[in-house]
């Protein structure tokens, strides 16, 4: 089934590159093998954010998505890196809708990514971030309403196919978000340096006064990734099988 830009069974082509690193990518341009002929044998992990679960200005084994894989059951498991540089909710609904007959997932991941961005579809997709001034019409009530219509689609969508959710977050973190597994005690963006209140435990409490960045010099640097996949997997770690 097809509707303009919308599929169950095409996942939208990615084309990102950067002097920064050399990307390995499969044949469609996102982080992970290819998924034609799909191997058999474990449940597939759909694994779905921005620039920051794609992984801009990190090699592949730092990425937060790498770094969870190493943590889980990889006998049970096969993660798909779909995470999309410049994504909004929108986009990564439009390519979670795209695994269906795919992929198949019996698990979700969403990272997700700042509620302000939206996905423009005209006669080519474009990803409306930051600054750019068509977003002038949007405020705090539409990036709300933007961001819940998301999630309805992506619970929606596993309650279809009869798969698991799990939500996160990469710049910010939305407390009583209406659904289950959320883990919103973080983000990836403040999840390093890790602190501590305890006198005692000194190594986390040695003040940082220098970024953690990614080879680009924007993104989140390796630190934030590997603690962002202990924290979520400590989180998680019963229900990620």
């Known amino acids: 089934m097809q509707y303009g830009y919308y599929s169950d069974s095409n996942i939208p082509l990615l084309d990102y590159k950067d002097e920064f690193v050399d990307y390995k990518t499969n044949s469609v341009g996102y982080r992970c093998p290819e998924w034609r002929p799909l191997p058999v044998g474990k449940k597939n992990v759909v694994i779905l954010g921005c620039s920051h679960t794609f992984?801009?200005?990190?090699?592949?084994?730092?990425v937060w998505v790498n770094q969870l894989y190493s943590h889980v059951d990889q006998t049970r498991l096969r993660f798909w890196n779909l995470g999309s540089p410049g994504a909004s909710g929108d986009k990564i609904v439009r390519i979670l809708y795209g695994t269906e007959k795919?992929?198949?997932?019996?698990?979700?991941?969403?990272?997700?990514?700042?509620?302000?961005r939206?996905?423009?579809?005209?006669?080519?997709?474009?990803?409306?971030?930051?600054?750019d001034s068509r977003l002038k019409f949007e405020n705090e009530e539409t990036d709300r309403n933007t961001f819940?219509?998301?999630?309805?689609?992506v619970e929606k969508f596993a309650e279809k196919?009869?798969?698991?959710?799990?939500?996160?977050?990469?710049?910010?973190n939305i407390h009583s978000m209406p659904t289950v597994n959320v883990f919103d005690k973080t983000s990836l963006k403040h999840c390093w340096p890790e602190w501590s209140k305890l006198t005692f435990e000194t190594e986390k409490r040695t003040p940082i006064d220098w970024p953690s960045r990614a080879k680009d010099g924007v993104h989140y640097g390796a630190e934030h990734h590997k603690k962002f996949a202990e924290l979520f997997y400590e989180y998680f770690k019963s229900k990620l099988k």
Request: proline share 4%; with cysteine; charged share 25%.
């Open 102 to 116: 795919i992929l198949f997932p019996k698990l979700i991941i969403v990272c997700w990514p700042l509620w302000s």
């Open 55 to 62: 992984g801009v200005g990190l090699e592949e084994t730092e």
């Open 148 to 153: 819940l219509k998301n999630i309805f689609f």
């Open 118 to 131: 939206r996905e423009r579809l005209a006669k080519k997709v474009e990803n409306l971030v930051s600054n």
């Open 161 to 172: 196919i009869d798969a698991k959710t799990f939500h996160c977050f990469a710049d910010f």
